[in-house]
T-cell receptor, first 115, second 114 residues
Framework: AQSVTQLDSQVPVFEEAPVELRCNYSSSVSVYLFWYVQYPNQGLQLLLKYLSGSTLVKGINGFEAEFNKSQTSFHLRKPSVHISDTAEYFCAVSNYGGSQGNLIFGKGTKLSVKP | DAGITQSPRHKVTETGTPVTLRCHQTENHRYMYWYRQDPGHGLRLIHYSYGVKDTDKGEVSDGYSVSRSKTEDFLLTLESATSSQTSVYFC?????????????FGPGTRLTVL
């Protein structure tokens, strides 16, 4: 069975500071990895994904994540955050090409950017 | 925008009443999913469909049923709503063309069961 652990439920940070949101997963098979962002009272928007290839993945809004297979991690980073990055961020994992294809989500990390 | 709409967007109902939520897609994707989102739980899979009339259960399927009579529509039914089903419900499609294998989500339906 797969599982995803987001190590911080809340991350407060000041504007223009760097941020890292941590995600670890467990799986006995190869996986696809995703980060989604949810702004207040909105749906989920894909931020970035790792399917194969380069382990450093760049997404929208200046975010990037690095897939580390040995540490089973997929941490999300941004070098300088803005007030508008305040949102909840979800890490998710899917079976590599699995027939079911559903996502297993972490419980989310609320990023709060303060002026 | 993956062409996904959900209706209604908000609903308040009473315990014991049946409720049906609709998910509509415009891009002919084979796979569709229903998730629920609750504080502290992230999103959890209720049911999914891998084609017309082909559906299967997810992690939290008790109390829910689904139907898919057309490729574009995936319905989620609460046969007899309970307060524990108060939640935000998200529909998703799975885009698998080429090397892509990614889910995109609808805007959600906020359901309150009194």
């Amino acid at each position: 069975a797969q599982s995803v652990t987001q190590l911080d439920s809340q991350v407060p940070v000041f504007e223009e500071a760097p941020v890292e949101l941590r995600c670890n997963y467990s799986s006995s098979v190869s996986v696809y990895l995703f980060w989604y962002v949810q702004y207040p009272n909105q749906g989920l928007q894909l931020l970035l994904k790792y399917l194969s290839g380069s382990t450093l993945v760049k997404g929208i809004n200046g975010f990037e994540a690095e897939f580390n297979k040995s540490q089973t991690s997929f941490h999300l980073r941004k070098p300088s955050v803005h007030i508008s990055d305040t949102a909840e961020y979800f890490c998710a994992v899917s079976n590599y090409g699995g027939s079911q294809g559903n996502l297993i989500f972490g419980k989310g990390t609320k990023l709060s950017v303060k002026p | 925008d993956a062409g996904i709409t959900q209706s209604p967007r908000h609903k308040v109902t009473e315990t014991g009443t049946p409720v049906t939520l609709r998910c509509h897609q415009t891009e002919n994707h084979r796979y569709m999913y229903w998730y629920r989102q609750d504080p502290g739980h992230g999103l959890r899979l209720i049911h999914y469909s891998y084609g017309v009339k082909d559906t299967d259960k997810g992690e939290v399927s008790d109390g829910y049923s689904v139907s898919r009579s057309k490729t574009e529509d995936f319905l989620l039914t609460l046969e007899s709503a309970t307060s524990s089903q108060t939640s935000v419900y998200f529909c998703a499609i799975r885009a698998t063309s080429g090397s892509q294998d990614t889910q995109y989500f609808g805007p959600g339906t906020r359901l309150t069961v009194l």
